[in-house]
């Protein structure tokens, strides 16, 4: 939100820079224990252990024990009582399952999905190769269940004999899937965790791996979770055509024919947490059957470069209806019809005016509801390059930020329009001056600033 608005982000990056000088330092709150026997939390979060995975490049989960100290302290931070984990290594999970039980005091079982082999590294500068034990090892989801708060006993349900693992592999190679059934006082609960293709792979393929996740969930009729990192958005415009459509009607059909309500869908994007310049999209899931859910949400782990999401189970109540039904597809039609719509909005805008407008209205929406996480992701660029001058991220100087605006700003900010007469428009970058916004409070460029948005990876950002 350039213009007069950087100008108030280098003042709130300039008090946060101030406040971490006395503290020493600013992580992220360290885990509260809480007594919660009746409820099952369940926790989702691509771990990224692959994440930038190479000699002395310390992003990402690295193969240490500090850092999957710091995955644990992820787990606990949300209460969790099942962790569905993607990208990790099997080394590392069998860890992870003791440092929980040490943190807690209590038993965690480990079932294990194989993927594929791989190599890791500790990330500490100066290192010469992978870690001791890290080569070539086992790759793939881990699901951790803590036994004795609120769970009795667990079940695998995907076991095939092969890979001496709790997972089975999906037709597209390389990725697997796994499941186990979960007893609790208040009846059976079945939770299954995936990490899904890239677009790089066929849309045809991609979409029978998520038709074969979905042969086994249907084999039962308890409560069913299915969790994971989809490596796809399936949040786009009603009636427009939309890409990967085989692979987007497959997800959406665990709403629009299974009946699972998709819980974190309001929650906002997953992807690129730590790149938030790069854009960031929805394709992590909580998807939940038959049993209703509370105190969904999503949440900034210590290393990932997913947000994770976490949800309680509420086996005891009646289950919510299932989600609507999708938009339309580029594809042919089929013999399902519906005349209920989504109002998704997510959708990324094109490369024209008009997208870049309704992109900026969403950000000034944002400043107006202190929708923090929003507004970091449109303005991911502007505020990488402040974070890289040593500002601090993004979500310690933004609420900063915020604080300058007064509430009748805000209020009116919630509701700006942007006039499109006023707006000037260069090849993929738009500007957006102060007097273009229309709201209920005047704006000048000495209070909100002039934005300018450029067209980066299919989406448009406020840059400057």
Sequence with gaps: MMGAVSRKLVLAMAAVTLITACDGSTPPPSPTEVTHDDEIRVVNLNAAMGYKNTKGDPAGTDATTEDLGLLADDILGQRGDIANLQEMALPAARELREILGGKTGEK??????????????????????????????????????????????QKPLTVD??????????????????????????????????????EDVADEKRAEDVETI?????????????????????????????PNHRMVDAIRAFMDTYGYTDVAKDQGPTSNEKRKYLGAKRIDYLLVRGAATTDTVRFVSHESDHWGLATTLDLRGPAPSSDVPPPTSSAPPTTTTTTTTTTTTTAPAGPTTEGAIARYEKFLHAVGTSDIATMCEIAGPAAKQAEDQGFGPCEQTMPVTL??????????????????????????????????????????????????????????????
């Design 403 to 464: 604080s300058m605006f007064s509430a009748a700003q805000k209020a009116a900010l919630a509701k700006a329009t942007v006039d499109p007469a006023k707006v000037t428009t260069q090849g993929a970058t738009v500007q957006i001056p102060a007097t273009a916004v229309t709201a209920a409070v005047p704006f000048t460029s000495g209070d909100l600033g002039d934005a300018v948005l450029s067209y980066q990876g299919g989406e448009w950002f406020v840059t400057d």
């Design 108 to 153: 965690w079982e480990l079932n294990w999905g194989f993927s594929v082999n791989a190599t890791y590294y500790t990330g500490e500068k100066g290192e010469t190769g992978p870690r001791e034990g890290y080569v070539e090892v086992q790759a793939g989801n881990a699901q951790l269940i803590r036994i004795g708060d609120g769970i009795t006993g």
């Design 161 to 198: 004999g092969e890979h001496d693992d709790q997972g089975i592999m999906l037709p597209s190679g390389n990725r697997s899937f796994q499941g186990a059934e979960i007893t609790t006082a208040n009846g059976k609960v079945a939770v299954y965790n995936t990490h899904l293709a890239l």
């Design 214 to 242: 979905q042969k086994a969930t249907e084999a039962s009729a308890v409560p069913t979770v299915v969790t994971g990192d989809f490596n796809q958005t399936i949040d786009f415009v009603p009636g427009q055509p939309y």
